[in-house]
């Protein structure tokens, strides 16, 4: 019997041509490590591999050079660093901001005021003499063109620095004057109490209502800007040729209440007088006594 031919050793073995065949591909999506070297060389082994199989030698394969770990943290790592140093700035930021808020160019409080005056207001009469020292006729003037009377001024004494001031100035025309019958006058009176002035005033504001003449056209509110707090009544009479007007005032602050009187009689024909005006006068008078009761 012949044996059958053997198999040259130039043919490549079932077995080697397998193991090329199954040769993996080399990776294209995401091994950025990868580049054409290492695809070449790999090629070149699987060719190797097919011619000398026969021989059982297969060269060494180099492992695939993927990345580095740390080699894509840089960037990240200077973003975090970024993110880190803006939010420490805007802290110091806010903190900066809440030091100086509240505070002006010059570094002082902006609700302080270096006028404003500290602690309650003291009022005292003690240092008065002359009650009418506290009160300035010259807008009588206006409606009346002399004194016609001396001024009239009392001062009670109660106990300490309290008590009770009044004065009253008269002025009136001469009979040589277009209209003789113009008279004016203004009356003031100051209570300097121990904690009863705020009843003081409301009892004058009750009386001046109570007290108003039948038939007369009145008028009245309440007003601040003068003491904590104000009170104006004014009246207008027209009987016959003559026309009466009266405006009170009264105020009261800490432990003093003042009031104010306007009274005017003046001819028909005499330029009318706005109440406004003697509001005007009357609010100053109240301003100015309360002043010269101030304990300095």
């Keep these: 019997m012949t044996d059958p031919p053997r198999e040259s050793s130039d043919q490549p073995s079932a077995g080697s041509t397998d193991s090329a065949a199954r040769q993996p591909d080399p990776p294209t999506d995401g091994w950025a490590g990868l580049d054409s070297s290492v695809h070449s060389r790999m090629s070149a082994t699987a060719s190797g591999q097919h011619q000398h199989g026969s021989q059982g030698h297969r060269p060494p394969q180099q492992p695939p050079a993927y990345p580095s770990p740390s080699a894509g943290l840089g960037k990240p790592l200077l973003i975090v660093a970024g993110v880190v140093a803006l939010v420490v700035m805007l802290s110091i930021g806010v903190a900066i901001g809440f030091v ?22 003291t009022y005292s009469m003690s240092g008065i003499t002359n009650a009418c020292d506290l009160v300035d006729p010259t807008p009588l003037t206006k409606w009346a063109s002399a004194p016609r009377l001396d001024p009239d001024q009392e001062k ?34 100051a209570d300097v109490t121990d904690g009863s002035a705020a009843r003081r005033y409301d009892y004058w504001k009750r ?23 104000g009170y104006w009544q004014f009246e207008a009479d027209n009987f016959g040729g003559i026309v009466d007007s009266k405006h009170f005032v009264c105020v009261w602050d800490g432990g003093v209440a003042v009031q104010v009187t306007i009274d005017l009689s003046r001819e028909k024909e ?24 101030q304990q300095k």
Excluded: H, W
């Design 100 to 121: 100086a808020k509240g505070r002006d160019s010059f570094g002082m409080p902006t609700d302080a005021s270096p006028t404003t005056r500290q602690g309650p207001i």
């Design 156 to 189: 009670t004494p109660q106990s300490g620095t309290f008590g009770v001031l009044r004065c009253s100035v008269y002025y009136g025309n001469s009979a040589g004057d277009r209209f003789p019958m113009n008279l004016a006058e203004i009356s003031v009176r």
């Design 207 to 229: 009386t001046a209502a109570d007290l108003a003449d039948d038939g007369s056209v009145v008028a009245s509110g309440e007003f601040t800007g003068v003491g904590t707090q």
């Design 270 to 293: 005499s330029p009318a007088v706005d109440r406004d005006e003697l509001d005007a006068v009357a609010r100053s008078q109240a301003r100015k006594i309360l002043d010269g009761l």
